[in-house]
T-cell receptor, first 112, second 116 residues
Framework: GESVGLHLPTLSVQEGDNSIINCAYS??????FIWYKQESGKGPQFIID?????DKRQGQRVTVLLNKTVKHLSLQIAATQPGDSAVYFC???????????FGKGTTLSVSS | GAVVSQHPSWVICKSGTSVKIECRSL??????MFWYRQFPKQSLMLMAT?????????EQGVEKDKFLINHASLTLSTLTVTSAHPEDSSFYIC????????????FGSGTQLSVL
């Protein structure tokens, strides 16, 4: 079946920099996209979501961009902090209530 | 906020034994619960979808007789790994949909299973 993937497995940034994590998806029927943060030994933590009828959504220090034309999703983290170090996953589904399909994950390392 | 409690958080068992993992929605009713498996440095892979009172739907390649899922109520789903083998060692994570709000999905904290 179709799945969500990620471009880069690791990203290293300095504290205070802006981080951009990318995700490519293949299912054109996907309607709902979410970014999760996962720390070692823990379950995924919701960061931000976006529906397919939007192309940008902002939260606190985070922004998600959706480009449906090229099926690309990105997560921007402003003023990255050491506490942001974790693995980040994008996930998608076609319809609310159905299972989320996760991408491969990007490990973000923030050095101070 | 809504909390999904997963128990145990880690378990070590001998090869050939069975292990049960519980997933409870503590302060809400869950229409659907999902079970994922995650191997080290890999993504979450969907194993099965579980609806209260009905049989679980398993993903391709997941053995339903090995991974028994019971969803007896709107607040509890269990995953039993039967006749566990070392290759079943993994991080198992459940998630639950808030009844009436299918887009609201909450994850448990995961169970690390180590089979000796």
């Amino acid at each position: 079946g179709e799945s969500v993937g990620l471009h880069l497995p690791t990203l290293s940034v300095q504290e205070g920099d802006n981080s951009i994590i990318n995700c490519a998806y293949s299912n054109s029927a996907s309607d709902y996209f979410i970014w999760y943060k996962q720390e070692s030994g823990k379950g995924p933590q919701f960061i931000i979501d976006i529906r397919s009828n939007m192309d940008k959504r902002q939260g606190q220090r985070v922004t998600v961009l959706l480009n449906k034309t090229v099926k690309h999703l990105s997560l921007q983290i402003a003023a990255t902090q050491p506490g942001d170090s974790a693995v980040y996953f994008c996930a998608e589904n076609e319809q609310a209530g159905t299972a989320l399909i996760f991408g491969k994950g990007t490990t973000l390392s923030v050095s101070s | 906020g809504a909390v999904v409690s997963q128990h145990p958080s880690w378990v070590i068992c001998k090869s050939g034994t069975s292990v049960k993992i519980e997933c409870r929605s503590l302060d809400f009713q869950a229409t659907t619960m999902f079970w994922y498996r995650q191997f080290p440095k890999q993504s979450l892979m969907l194993m099965a979808t579980s609806n209260e009172g009905s049989k679980a739907t398993y993903e391709q390649g997941v053995e339903k007789d090995k991974f028994l899922i019971n969803h007896a109520s709107l607040t509890l789903s269990t995953l039993t790994v039967t006749s566990a083998h070392p290759e079943d060692s993994s991080f198992y994570i459940c998630s639950a949909n808030l009844k009436g709000y299918p887009e609201k999905l909450f994850f448990g904290s995961g169970t690390q299973l180590s089979v000796l």
